[in-house]
């Protein structure tokens, strides 16, 4: 791997489609009635830098190695939360390299900057990864009958 730089989506619009498709093919099941166009449309209003929504990319000269978004809701049973980290997303082949981590991190910073004191985010399976980025459980629940947890990171501590 070259250098690693995050950067906001904006400047890599081009790369729209590859991300709707990852995020379509890896989430699909929970929202099986979005489409891959929505997806595209959805991230199309993310093209600003310090705002919410926003997505920023793991860039490497012309690869894209992955992506995080800051969104106003992304559980629709759970719209009295906000703002959430979603969409957090590395290709298997850049997997365990610290890139999804960085892209958390990054999301973290973006809503401290915008002065919100708490993130939330829910996650089927990556529970450890969260905690040990200093992410704590509020509460296990059910969604489209998939088991998730939800986790929250105190931006003001
Ligand atoms: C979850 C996901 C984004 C993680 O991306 P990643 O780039 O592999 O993340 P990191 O490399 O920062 O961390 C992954 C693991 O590798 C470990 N790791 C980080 N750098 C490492 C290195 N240089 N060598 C070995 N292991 C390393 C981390 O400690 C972490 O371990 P843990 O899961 O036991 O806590 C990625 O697996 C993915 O896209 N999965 C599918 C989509 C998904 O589930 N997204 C999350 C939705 S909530």
Known sequence: MGAMN?????HHARHIPALARWHHDQWSYLNPQRTLAE???????????RQMPTTVVAIDGDS??????????????RTDLSPWLASVYVPQEHRRRGIGSA???RIVEEAEALEYEKLYLFTMDQERLYAGLGWGTFERAVYNEVDIVLMS???RA
């Open 39 to 49: 997806r595209a449309e959805r991230l199309q209003t993310h093209l600003g830098g």
């Open 103 to 105: 892209l958390v991190q």
């Open 153 to 155: 990171y105190d931006l």
């Open 6 to 10: 995050l950067e906001y989506l904006e």
């Open 64 to 77: 894209l190695l992955g992506s995080a978004s800051l969104i106003d809701s992304d559980l629709p049973t």
